[in-house]
C-alpha cells in the first residue's frame, strides 16, 4: 500500500483536468513562479499573525534543526476557518474511491500516467453513492477531502468525482507532519 501511494505522489495524468475553482488555493500557490513563492508566503504569515489562531485548524511543526520553537502552519484557508458551519473531513483512498495498478473490473474511469517505475494505468472504483453523499453533506457541512497521495493524481481523481464541485478545499501528502522518528501524521 506505501509503495501505491508512493507511486500516486509522482504520477501525473496525461490528460488535462478542467480549470480549478478559486477556493482550491492549493493550485494557484503552486502555479506561482519560484520568484513570486517567498512573497506569496511572506503575505499569508503576515495574515496568519493578524488572525486569532484556531487551534482545530492547525497543526504546530518542530523545524528541521530541532532547537525547540514550534512554526505555525495553516492547513486551510481562512474562510474555511471562519466559517459557522461544521467541517467534515474526509479520507479520498481507501473511503471514496478504490485504486490500484491490477486488473480490476469496470473500473469507473482509467488514467493513464507516468510514476517512477514508468508508464502506469491506475483503475479507479468511486463508492457507490458517493456523489449523492457529497450532495446531501454539502447542505450542511464545508467538506475537506485529504489524502496521503500526491496533487497531481488526487485532483484528476477529484474532479472526476466533484463535478458539482461541493468538495470546498483538497489536501495532499504534502500536509502530512513529519516526526523525529520518520513517521507521519495526517
Known amino acids: 500500500k506505501q509503495q501505491h501511494a508512493q507511486d500516486h505522489q509522482q504520477q501525473q495524468p496525461q490528460q488535462q483536468s478542467r480549470p480549478q475553482l478559486q477556493r482550491h488555493q492549493h493550485q494557484q500557490q503552486s502555479q506561482q513562479p519560484q520568484s513570486q513563492q517567498p512573497q506569496l508566503q511572506q503575505r499569508q504569515q503576515q495574515q496568519s499573525q493578524q488572525q486569532q489562531p484556531q487551534q482545530l485548524h492547525q497543526q504546530e511543526t518542530k523545524p528541521a534543526d530541532e532547537r525547540g ?18 467541517l467534515l473531513v474526509m479520507d479520498l483512498d481507501e473511503t471514496m474511491v478504490f485504486s490500484t495498478f491490477e486488473e480490476m473490473k469496470n473500473p469507473d474511469f482509467v488514467i493513464d500516467g507516468m510514476s517512477k517505475s514508468g508508464r502506469v494505468k491506475t483503475k479507479v472504483k468511486v463508492r457507490p453513492f458517493l456523489r ?47 516526526f523525529g522518528d520518520g513517521k507521519y501524521i495526517k
Open 69 to 86: 520553537q514550534g512554526v505555525m502552519q495553516y492547513l486551510l484557508p481562512q474562510e474555511l476557518i471562519q466559517s459557522k458551519r461544521k
Open 132 to 178: 449523492r453523499f457529497l450532495s446531501e453533506c454539502s447542505k450542511k457541512y464545508d467538506i475537506v477531502v485529504f489524502t496521503a497521495s500526491g496533487a497531481p493524481y488526487a485532483n484528476y481523481v477529484l474532479d472526476k468525482i466533484d463535478v458539482d464541485c461541493v468538495i470546498a478545499h483538497r489536501l495532499f501528502g504534502d500536509s502530512l507532519t513529519k
